[in-house]
């Protein structure tokens, strides 16, 4: 039994006894261990997955699965970071349930999936790197209308990519997606996975709760952060009482979510402390924004207004061309390791490891993440542009990566997410539809 369990498995998921449960910090068991000396390319434990090195591909939509299975192209997209030297690279996103995927094209984890996606964590393996599966249900930012079944949130709200109503979720609603989380971590498990990342973040459906914004409720998930908290602290002790020991559990949480309403990074540290005194976690990702309120807090650097309106449907596209729809896409200034400050809030008042994301492109980041005691580092655009770059940093033919952090990646994820400037020689292939 880990730190934290009260002997419940996941068939009772009614949260009982979780409110006020945070126990001292000696009592953490987070089942990981590193070497005294660390460097971002030194070897490290987590869970009971050995990594190659302390870098990992963080999970951005990678647009190759039009027909929502695993495809070749999309086992490209992996092997590129995972042969340019990746110590672990995120398979995203990967849908619990048919109403929880963002769009109908994505990935639902299933006995369906399961073939294509085992094959996808076979060739990863066999370039020497480990695979995360991004495991969540998107809840508000679920686009109902393409995915042919109603959103669900903590609280009824207008969606504004269907253009219709986002139902509250009831409590048959949130014991079946609990459910379905274990019935996927089984899945993956099966495939292969080494890790499985639960997506606490970004107005997704676990994070739509946390954000007293968005959750407005008065039962038991509303209220104090401790009710907010109790889908989240829910969704992983059943998933680790699942999985146990066959795989590493991590979350992505928010150091804030960047909107008024949403979670702030005080809330953000108190929701941590609870994930941590919890133990069912071996590490959380430190992430920001939200794809439903303010998505450029998270991606600094320019904003491609028109390229976005470009990609999206004509009704939505109507819509950005509004001063209300011009302002949803907020500019933020770039700089280097942007979520650096807020997340060594994190790192002093939590045990836990932690993983470092947000603008990280030089090697003198990567390791002073590491001094200032950081456990990995995440990157997203970075390696988008240079699948290769872990390689490169490692034999010390550059110090930094080249993106530019024009944001132009961003609207490619509806038609094969990829950088603008690649040249036909680094291109990844995208799927025919």
């Not at 959750?215 to 038991?220: E, F, L, S, W």
């Not at 939505?316 to 061309?321: A, F, Q, T, Y």
Request: overall charge positive.
């Amino acid at each position: 039994m880990r730190a934290g369990d009260s002997g419940t498995t996941h068939r009772d998921l009614r949260g009982a006894g979780i409110e006020g449960c945070i126990k001292p910090r000696s009592r953490i068991r987070t089942r990981y261990s590193s070497e005294v000396t660390r460097t971002v390319f030194s070897p490290v434990d987590l869970g009971p997955v050995r990594l190659r090195n302390r870098t990992v591909k963080a999970a951005t939509f990678e647009g190759r699965t039009p027909a929502g299975e695993v495809t070749d192209e999309l086992i490209d997209y992996h092997l590129a970071p995972a042969r340019g030297g990746i110590g672990l690279t995120t398979v995203a996103y990967l849908a619990v349930a048919p109403e929880g995927r963002t769009h109908a094209e994505q990935v639902v984890i299933g006995p369906r999936t399961l073939p294509g996606l085992a094959r996808l964590t076979d060739a990863v393996h066999a370039e020497g790197a480990a695979v995360a599966g991004q495991v969540g249900h998107a809840g508000p930012v679920a686009n109902g209308r393409s995915n042919g079944v109603r959103a669900i949130s903590a609280s009824r709200m207008p969606s504004p990519l269907s253009m219709q109503m986002i139902k509250a979720a009831s409590e048959r609603d949130l014991t079946r997606v609990t459910r379905a989380y274990v019935d996927a971590a089984r899945v993956l498990v099966r495939a292969r996975f080494d890790v499985l990342e639960l997506h606490m973040a970004h107005s997704y459906l676990i994070s739509s709760f946390l954000a007293p914004g968005l959750n407005r409720r008065k039962d038991r998930w509303g209220g104090p952060l401790e009710r907010r908290a109790r889908l989240a602290r829910q969704v992983a002790r059943a998933v680790r009482e699942e999985v146990g020991d066959a795989v590493a559990l991590t979350a992505k949480v928010s150091v804030s979510d960047g909107f008024r309403g949403g979670v702030t990074t005080e809330e953000g540290v108190a929701f941590a402390q609870l994930l941590e005194a919890d133990g069912h976690l071996d590490a959380l990702q430190l992430s920001g924004g939200s794809s439903l309120m303010n998505p450029m807090y998270l991606f600094r650097g320019e904003t491609p207004v028109a390229e976005f309106a470009e990609a999206m449907p004509t009704i939505v596209k109507w819509g950005m061309r509004t001063p209300v729809g011009r302002g949803f896409l907020k500019r933020y200034a770039f700089e280097e390791a942007y979520f650096k400050e807020k997340a060594l809030l994190f790192r002093r008042e939590l045990s836990m490891p932690l993983m470092l994301l947000g603008g990280i492109n030089r090697l003198d980041t990567m390791e002073q993440a590491m001094a200032d005691g950081f456990d990995l580092v995440a990157m997203g655009r970075a390696v988008l542009r240079e699948p290769d770059l872990v390689n490169r940093l490692q034999a010390g033919t550059a110090a930094e990566g080249i993106c530019t952090h024009c944001n132009r990646c961003m609207p490619t994820i509806y038609t094969g997410t990829r950088c603008v400037e690649w040249t036909a020689e680094e291109a990844i292939p995208i799927p025919r539809n």
